[in-house]
Protein backbone atom coordinates (compact mmCIF):
# COMPACT_ATOMS: atom_id res chain seq x y z
CA UNK A 1 0.00 0.00 0.00
CA UNK A 2 1.73 2.96 -1.02
CA UNK A 3 0.78 6.62 0.72
CA UNK A 4 0.55 9.65 -2.08
CA UNK A 5 3.19 12.25 -0.55
CA UNK A 6 0.47 14.57 -0.36
CA UNK A 7 -0.68 12.86 2.96
CA UNK A 8 2.80 13.67 4.36
CA UNK A 9 3.05 17.51 3.46
CA UNK A 10 -1.00 18.17 4.53
CA UNK A 11 -0.21 16.67 7.67
CA UNK A 12 3.19 18.24 8.28
CA UNK A 13 0.51 21.75 7.70
CA UNK A 14 -1.50 20.53 9.94
CA UNK A 15 0.91 19.70 12.61
CA UNK A 16 3.65 23.07 11.89
CA UNK A 17 1.75 25.76 10.50
CA UNK A 18 -1.87 24.57 11.78
CA UNK A 19 -3.57 25.36 8.04
CA UNK A 20 -6.03 22.83 8.82
CA UNK A 21 -8.32 21.41 11.35
CA UNK A 22 -8.39 17.97 9.89
CA UNK A 23 -7.52 15.98 7.07
CA UNK A 24 -9.93 12.59 6.40
CA UNK A 25 -7.73 9.97 4.02
CA UNK A 26 -9.24 7.40 2.10
CA UNK A 27 -7.53 4.35 0.02
CA UNK A 28 -7.95 4.64 -3.31
CA UNK A 29 -6.19 2.32 -6.52
CA UNK A 30 -3.87 0.85 -3.29
CA UNK A 31 -2.84 3.96 -2.22
CA UNK A 32 -3.88 6.75 0.49
CA UNK A 33 -4.86 9.83 -0.54
CA UNK A 34 -6.31 13.10 1.57
CA UNK A 35 -9.97 13.09 0.61
CA UNK A 36 -10.84 16.47 2.43
CA UNK A 37 -8.98 19.44 4.31
CA UNK A 38 -11.13 20.95 7.32
CA UNK A 39 -10.83 24.51 7.57
CA UNK A 40 -9.04 25.30 10.70
CA UNK A 41 -12.43 27.52 11.98
CA UNK A 42 -14.25 24.01 11.44
CA UNK A 43 -15.82 22.72 14.67
CA UNK A 44 -15.17 19.00 16.34
CA UNK A 45 -19.28 18.38 14.06
CA UNK A 46 -17.51 19.58 10.97
CA UNK A 47 -14.90 16.89 11.31
CA UNK A 48 -17.66 14.11 12.47
CA UNK A 49 -20.24 14.94 9.81
CA UNK A 50 -17.02 14.74 6.59
CA UNK A 51 -16.75 10.87 7.81
CA UNK A 52 -18.84 8.51 5.30
CA UNK A 53 -21.24 6.58 7.13
CA UNK A 54 -20.93 3.52 5.31
CA UNK A 55 -17.11 3.33 4.39
CA UNK A 56 -13.78 3.79 6.12
CA UNK A 57 -11.38 6.36 6.48
CA UNK A 58 -8.33 7.29 8.36
CA UNK A 59 -8.70 10.76 9.76
CA UNK A 60 -6.62 13.20 11.75
CA UNK A 61 -7.92 15.91 14.06
CA UNK A 62 -6.34 19.21 15.59
CA UNK A 63 -8.07 19.01 18.77
CA UNK A 64 -7.59 22.18 21.16
CA UNK A 65 -8.35 22.62 24.93
CA UNK A 66 -8.09 24.47 28.15
CA UNK A 67 -6.08 22.13 30.74
CA UNK A 68 -7.20 22.55 34.50
CA UNK A 69 -4.60 24.84 35.20
CA UNK A 70 -6.37 26.80 32.30
CA UNK A 71 -3.18 26.11 29.22
CA UNK A 72 -4.27 26.05 25.83
CA UNK A 73 -3.09 23.05 24.68
CA UNK A 74 -3.46 21.23 21.34
CA UNK A 75 -3.25 17.56 20.63
CA UNK A 76 -3.56 15.84 17.41
CA UNK A 77 -5.87 12.72 17.46
CA UNK A 78 -5.61 9.89 14.72
CA UNK A 79 -8.72 8.52 13.86
CA UNK A 80 -9.27 4.68 12.40
CA UNK A 81 -12.73 5.22 10.94
CA UNK A 82 -14.30 1.64 10.55
CA UNK A 83 -18.14 1.76 10.64
CA UNK A 84 -20.43 -1.39 11.06
CA UNK A 85 -21.72 -1.14 8.10
CA UNK A 86 -18.64 -0.87 5.63
CA UNK A 87 -18.27 -3.94 3.84
CA UNK A 88 -15.71 -6.59 5.03
CA UNK A 89 -12.92 -6.37 2.57
CA UNK A 90 -13.02 -2.50 3.62
CA UNK A 91 -12.60 -2.75 6.89
CA UNK A 92 -9.59 -5.52 6.50
CA UNK A 93 -7.96 -3.41 3.84
CA UNK A 94 -7.84 -0.44 6.19
CA UNK A 95 -7.06 -2.58 9.48
CA UNK A 96 -4.34 -4.08 7.77
CA UNK A 97 -2.59 -0.77 6.74
CA UNK A 98 -3.41 0.90 9.13
CA UNK A 99 -0.01 0.84 11.51
CA UNK A 100 1.84 1.26 7.83
CA UNK A 101 0.01 4.50 7.07
CA UNK A 102 0.28 5.96 10.36
CA UNK A 103 3.98 5.90 11.35
CA UNK A 104 4.22 7.87 8.15
CA UNK A 105 2.46 10.57 10.05
CA UNK A 106 4.85 11.34 12.69
CA UNK A 107 3.51 13.44 15.37
CA UNK A 108 -0.09 11.59 16.14
CA UNK A 109 -0.10 12.08 19.93
CA UNK A 110 -3.47 10.07 20.30
CA UNK A 111 -5.34 7.41 18.67
CA UNK A 112 -8.96 6.71 18.63
CA UNK A 113 -10.74 3.68 16.58
CA UNK A 114 -14.37 4.33 15.96
CA UNK A 115 -17.20 1.84 14.62
CA UNK A 116 -19.65 4.28 15.07
CA UNK A 117 -20.25 8.47 16.36
CA UNK A 118 -21.09 7.42 19.89
CA UNK A 119 -17.46 5.93 19.87
CA UNK A 120 -15.38 9.25 19.13
CA UNK A 121 -17.85 11.72 20.74
CA UNK A 122 -15.99 14.94 22.01
CA UNK A 123 -16.50 13.75 25.54
CA UNK A 124 -14.40 11.21 24.85
CA UNK A 125 -11.71 13.30 22.76
CA UNK A 126 -11.97 16.00 25.07
CA UNK A 127 -11.50 12.67 27.84
CA UNK A 128 -8.15 11.17 26.05
CA UNK A 129 -6.39 14.81 25.23
CA UNK A 130 -5.80 15.19 29.04
Not at 66 to 73: D, H, L, M, V
Request: proline letters at 3%.
Amino acid sequence: MAVHDECKLKFLELKTKRNYRYIVFKIENQQVIVEKLGDPQDSYDDFTASLPTNECRYAVYDFDFTTNENCQKSKIFFVAWSPETSKIRMKMVYASTKDRFKRELDGIQVELQATDPSEMSIDIVKERAH
